[in-house]
């Protein structure tokens, strides 16, 4: 298995402009989770799905800020407009509820600078 | 207010030696807590969960403990070797079936030779 995939793995761009970061969860997976890190804030959650439905997005910053996940097998995370606030790296993350462990599988990542 | 603190920022150990983290949280009532791996650059990779009514998980050379009456969980590494140098992160979940964690700030392990 790939494992989680994020594209693109490094994102530079200007403020004002349209960002969307995509994500493939792994086959199987039934949860995805976008998170954003930063040394300030650390890793936060900023939305989750259960079954290709937004459950819990408490975390999203502003409403610049949205998710879809049209399918099982993609989601984007879209930021519209950047600022440079927006800086940090967003990671996406899979897993199977009722797996018992609940872990979640981390992709590499999408480093997103804002100028 | 909600806080989850990890000892601290940054621990350095001689390799052989044992290695404790602490991560200990206010204003939470998890069910579950996990512990996570990060090298730089990368994600974070799942090590551990324990659930509120184990006190102790084992896993190769490592061991986490939960306190619930404490607050708190330690994560040892026994035997730790330089590959044990990064970033571990705790994590608890907020309710909702173990779904939603929201995770420590971490701290970084340098395991010197």
């Known amino acids: 298995d790939a494992g989680v995939i994020q594209s693109p793995r490094h994102e530079v761009t200007e403020m004002g402009q349209e960002v969307t970061l995509r994500c493939k969860p792994i086959?199987?997976?039934?949860?995805l989770f976008w998170y954003r890190q930063t040394m300030m804030r650390g890793l936060e959650l900023l939305i989750y799905?259960?079954?290709?439905?937004?459950?819990?997005d408490s975390g999203m910053p502003e409403d610049r800020f949205s998710a879809k996940m049209p399918n099982a097998s993609f989601s984007t995370l879209k930021i519209q407009p950047s600022e440079p606030r927006d800086s940090a790296v967003y990671f996406c993350?899979?897993?199977?509820?009722?797996?018992?462990?609940?872990?979640?599988?981390f992709g590499p990542g999408t480093r997103l600078t804002v100028l | 207010s909600q806080k989850i603190e990890q000892n601290s920022e940054a621990l350095n150990i001689q390799e052989g030696k044992t290695a404790t983290l602490t991560c200990n949280y206010t204003?939470?009532?998890?069910?579950?807590l996990q512990w996570y791996r990060q090298d730089p650059g990368r994600g974070p990779v799942f090590l551990l969960l324990?659930?509120?009514?184990?006190k102790e998980k084992r896993k190769e050379r490592l061991k986490v403990t939960f306190d619930t009456t404490l607050k708190q969980s330690l994560f040892h590494i026994t035997a730790s070797q330089p590959a044990d140098s990064a970033t571990y992160l705790c994590?608890?979940?907020?309710?909702?079936?173990?779904?939603?964690?929201?995770f420590g700030p971490g701290t970084r392990l340098s395991v010197l030779p």
């Open positions: 994590a608890l979940d907020k309710g909702n079936y173990g779904q939603n964690f929201v």
């Open positions: 204003n939470y009532s998890p069910a579950y």
């Open positions: 086959s199987g997976h039934n949860s």
């Open positions: 324990i659930r509120e009514n184990e």
């Open positions: 799905f259960n079954n290709n439905v937004p459950i819990d």
């Open positions: 993350a899979s897993s199977q509820r009722g797996g018992g462990s609940n872990e979640q599988f």
